[in-house]
């Protein structure tokens, strides 16, 4: 494989950005390679700067659940363009947006639209903190929730694969209203509850945590996860930024019929541009400006750009009846390619992640015995058979509507005949 022009733009690109990159794991820092400078994709095929073309399973870290340059989002975004890029100003199609996401996420009575997960969940945690007037947050060992201060602690994937457990340059006073709890062990969250029940305005969680590469919610934890937020009335937020739209259409908790109090959305919503939204119980987001006291805004919030891209991707996403079926039986056939291949899977719909480890992955602790190395050489294995997979073992696969059958049979052919290294 020549990466020769991938080469020459990493280290001009190197001159200019931190590590060259814009977000750390594209850096492909853990497993032993410079990254490819990506030129095009369409359908389920990118391919990089060299003409090098790859199945591609990280499909932007989720949002291409239908494939690349899906023709109804590119046409809407074609057609949104000719009306100007960004008013600043109330526009329609806002209004088209949130309804649409409201008919699929019944519990955002009321919602917001931002540009990013990250920004979606520090003003979602604003709000609920603004309405409980409670101050402490429970988190997950292992969930990321973006890169606002307050939520980089054990922050999971782009973290792990750098192996830095908590990012510098946060001081501790930022912090120090996270609480950290353990995924899929509701005692730890029991405990933090007694300790300081009174001070804690919410729970947030990943649904089916996909930030330290997959690990599902045990039966009944998400449950338990409502009934005692109810008990000590704080709020449950849903970080469906993968989750919404990826599971079902709506989202995890139609997936698991938990119905949380706030939910986060970004990646698939945006249909590829940014945009992100936070909404929930109509007596909650009424705390956020102009209506309360809970401070939001955004000059390129609800954009009309992204917004049409958000509308087309939902759209098709509805005229897609066996989407869900289509993912699930797709992604199935690449986990049983893995088992056969004697590898320690986990699966939640159509987001996998193989765990270089022997013990069952339910937690960050779990997680972390996996061996970086081992998936480096499975991920170089993939990519110079002409797969793209997510270049770090905290991450996900992702299965898009667009993988091809023939697609699905090579790639589990070619997981099947893998030999550890
Ligand atoms: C990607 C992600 C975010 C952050 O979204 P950005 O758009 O990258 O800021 C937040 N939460 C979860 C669960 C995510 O996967």
Partial sequence: MITARSTELFAKAK????GGVNSPVRAFGSVGREPLFIASSHGDRITDADGNEFIDFVCSWGPDILGHAHPAVTDAVRRACENGLTYGACHEGEIILAEKIQSH????????????????VMSAVRAARGYTKRSKIVKFAGCYHGHSDGLLVRGGSGLLTGSIPDSAGVPAGFTESTLLAKYN?????????????????????????????????????????RDITAEYGALLIFDEVITGFRLSAGGAQEYYGITPDMTVLGKIVGGGMPLA??????????QVAPLGAVYQAGTL?????????????????????DLYSELDRKTALLENAAKSAGLNVNRCGSLMTVFFTGTPVTDYESAVTADRTQYAHFFNYLLEKGIYAAPSQFEAMFVSYAHTDEDIAKTAEIIANYRKG
Avoid: H, W
């Fill in 15 to 18: 001159t200019l950005m931190p």
């Fill in 105 to 120: 996420f019944p519990s955002m009575e009321l919602m917001r639209l931002v540009n990013s997960g990250t920004e979606a």
């Fill in 185 to 225: 062990d509701i005692v730890s969250v029991q405990a933090l509850f007694e300790r300081y029940g009174g001070d804690i305005a919410a729970v947030i969680v990943e649904p089916c945590a996909a930030n330290m590469g997959v690990v599902p919610p045990k039966d009944g934890f998400l449950q338990a996860l």
């Fill in 277 to 286: 939204a936070y909404g929930g119980k109509r007596e909650i987001m009424e």
């Fill in 301 to 321: 919030s609800g954009n009309p750009i992204a917004t049409s891209a958000g509308i087309a991707a939902i759209t098709a996403i509805e005229q897609t009846p």
